[in-house]
C-alpha cells in the first residue's frame, strides 16, 4: 500500500520465503534477510518504521526497538 502512494519501500525478514513474495509485490523495494535485534540499514535513513507482527516475537524486544529508532529519522514517526 504504502508503495502505490509513492513511497520507498525497503524491509526485512528472517525468512527467506516471505521476502520472495514481498520482492514480488514491490518490485522495486528494497529487501533483506535479517534480525530484527541487527536491522542491515544504516543510521537515521527512514522516515517512518513499522513492525508488523514481529517485535514481540524478537529475542530481546528491547534491542528490536532501539534498532528501529537507530534507523528512524531524529523527528520521525515508529510504530509496531
Known amino acids: 500500500m504504502a508503495a502505490s502512494r509513492g513511497a520507498v519501500v525497503s524491509g526485512f525478514d528472517a525468512a527467506e520465503a ?3 513474495i514481498a520482492r514480488e509485490r514491490v518490485p522495486g523495494g ?3 534477510t535479517a ?3 541487527a536491522m542491515p540499514f544504516g543510521d537515521a535513513v527512514f522516515d517512518v518504521v513499522t ?3 514481529a517485535f ?3 529475542g530481546d524486544p528491547v534491542r528490536a526497538l532501539s534498532e ?3 534507523v528512524t529519522r531524529p523527528g520521525a514517526g515508529s510504530w509496531s
Open 18 to 20: 516471505l521476502l520472495e
Open 30 to 32: 528494497d529487501f533483506r
Open 35 to 37: 534480525d530484527l535485534e
Open 51 to 53: 513492525g508488523f507482527n
Open 56 to 58: 514481540q516475537f524478537a
Open 68 to 70: 528501529a529508532r537507530r
